[in-house]
DNA sequence: TTGAATAGATTAAACGATAAAGTAATCCAA
DNA sequence: TTGGATTACTTTATCGTTTAATCTATTCAA
């Protein structure tokens, strides 16, 4: 509750409202010493200006909504993190939602954003068939994508995007694990509605072709990005005769589920099943994990996609480009993998 | 931008925008079939009121601000999850801040959220001398301590808080390690400043008095609960010649980051080295590394702060009673800590 | 000396809702 | 049938800003 207003500064000085509106705010028409006072005295009294006020007379709240499936997953808090930080160098301030991979709750969110006249929002996911895109639309809110976006060129060429090149780390994962010689592969895939998953599943699957390994010699499973589901599918697939000797996962938390199934059967890794993750999380590094990934840059995601929309923001009047960045993989090789079937790495 | 006002709808039915708001609020003063009408008319024109102009009018927001130390700590994504849901559950948005463990943008985020007119905050992060409280006081905005709270009985006894029984998770922790014969123990302590970090030590020396451990023969240092000084202090640690047994964290990620030393320095765990965490983050458990350490409530501290705040924003203006929540520890025995030293534990 | 331009201010409207006060019609009891 | 209570509205004020429109001296060129 700020205490006091402009008409009280006003009052005090015998000056308008209208002048110590324009004095605080740089504007012109008033003379120099006023404008000092003014301003002196605002501070001495402790003057702030009400938010609640402005937002209404601008139309504007200089907040923006950050929509991740999971908080909890520890993909996102980089990203979020990512996030915050330039929205609040930008004059911004960043809200928070979780759609616990619902669709319902993820139109909620939109709509509570939409509610509370947020100025735009950053949604991380986003699924190929979603209905709130055209929501967003529907509500004239500047948008952009991070992480996931829509594959339909149709639709995707007008959206703000950030992505990962999701093809590429796709490809580079695959073709580590076929140049270290697994022909027998399992492919723990994320949510198939997702273009992360799609994109790294069309990838991998071109590395395969590549590789001379026809469709019936690896299989794919979409665990939805959930680690528990991994855990079972892994499970699972390792009561089978023929289990797979490596798995591709396209997340580096259910690269740990699969991890617990391996070593709940007592087989090791990289002995007995090579593990590749997706995604790169902090824990991935630590000693005895040491998993093989493919890194994200969810800082920079966050970080540029605030950019993006505040951009957008600004300049929601004119005609505006659409603005798709893509970031590059990495793969980094860890032991996770270890060095080859036959203990050596093909070209 | 919600196009439609509540004067549109007024104008197009012949009435006030009064008799409007009021249909539309559900109070008293509106006939049936008018009110039935305009409620029909609005939703058929889609209206969407504007929150703008009725935080104005309420001087209220509906939004909280959770203040955490950085959110890509593992510690505190189920901690704003807790939080988030909660709000949403209640009507309240969140807005999250990370401070990077500085006072000064710790500073920056309260007098952000005052400005833009939250109506309370959550703050994770106080320290003992946060001069950051009083400034909270002079804002004259409620707010709940979480996870960390201030000792001074004098400050204390007035503000509302959740948090760990820290001294008995330090106690119990300490217990346990004693139990098992470890005589050389190294406290890996989190930020001395934090009520957590000073009562876990607390707890931890008066289990080392019981079992008769004198001063001398433990130490304590403070890692200020970041992982990569916890690396680094174990690293020397494990230079000297009378290395410790076992390993107290105060945190599992401080826990990870000797773990890594211990692993570079070609020892096991918990074969030469034991090691306690804290907070039973997710990743303590998965196979291989599987930390015995003390659970937190993370989640139920988010959600239980939020209700007490919006408590005590509902009732701003009444006496209201402080209210200071314990939640219990838990001690989770996992494989680190090995069986004991001499294989037995004690009494 | 006149008229136009300009600096420095004021007034009033607007943003979109809510809350309080006021009014006209109806109802019911005495 | 009178008058108090009730119902269903309308009018007006207010929340704290911003902004467009207006006003009044003063300056200055012609």
Redesign the interface.
């Known amino acids: 509750?700020?205490r006091v207003t402009i008409k009280d500064i006003a009052s005090k000085l015998g000056v308008s409202a209208a002048t110590v509106s324009n004095a605080l705010n740089g504007k012109a028409g008033v003379g120099k010493a006023r404008r000092k006072n003014i301003m002196e005295i605002a501070s001495q009294m402790g003057y702030?200006?009400?938010?609640?006020?402005r937002?209404?007379v601008n139309?504007q709240?200089?907040?923006i909504g950050l929509i991740v499936s999971?908080?909890?997953d520890?993909f996102?808090?980089?990203l979020?993190?990512g996030v915050?930080?330039k929205a609040?160098e930008l004059g911004y301030?960043?809200?928070?939602?979780?759609t616990n991979h619902s669709i319902k709750v993820e139109q909620n969110s939109i709509e509570?954003?939409?509610?509370?006249?947020v100025d735009g929002i950053i949604l991380a996911t986003v699924l190929q068939d979603d209905p709130n895109i055209a929501l967003l639309e529907k509500l004239?809110i500047p948008f952009v994508l991070v992480n996931r976006l829509l594959l339909d060129p149709g639709i995707a060429s007008s959206i703000d995007s950030v992505v990962l090149d999701n093809y590429r780390g796709g490809y580079e994962s695959a073709r580590h694990l076929l140049r270290m010689g697994h022909t027998r592969i399992t492919i723990i895939a994320g949510n198939m509605k997702a273009s992360t998953a799609i994109l790294r599943t069309r990838g991998a699957r071109d590395a395969m072709q590549v590789y001379g390994i026809s469709e019936e010699r690896y299989d794919v499973v979409d665990c939805g990005y959930v680690m528990e589901t991994a855990y079972r599918v892994a499970k699972e697939k390792l009561k089978e005769k023929n289990i797979p000797s490596a798995f591709l996962c396209q997340g580096d938390n259910m690269a740990?589920g699969v991890?617990?199934a391996v070593?709940?059967a007592g087989m090791t890794i990289p002995g007995d099943i090579a593990l590749l993750g997706f995604d790169d999380i902090?824990?991935s590094s630590?000693?005895?994990?040491e998993l093989t990934t493919v890194s994200h840059r969810q800082y920079q995601m966050g970080s540029t996609g605030t950019e993006l929309l505040v951009d957008k923001i600004a300049s929601e009047r004119q005609a505006g480009v659409t603005k798709n960045i893509v970031l590059e993989p990495e793969l980094i090789v860890r032991k996770s993998c270890g060095f080859g079937v036959k203990g050596y790495i093909m070209p």
């Not at 301030?93 to 979780?98: A, D, K, R």
């Not at 630590?286 to 994990?289: E, Q």
Request: charged share 20%; glycine share 4%.
């Open positions: 509750m700020s702030q200006p009400n938010a609640f006020a937002n209404l139309q709240s200089y907040a999971s908080i909890s520890p996102y808090p980089e979020a993190r915050q930080e609040s301030c960043m809200m928070l939602f979780n509570t954003l939409n509610a509370r006249g004239r740990l991890r617990e070593c709940e902090e824990f630590v000693a005895g994990i």
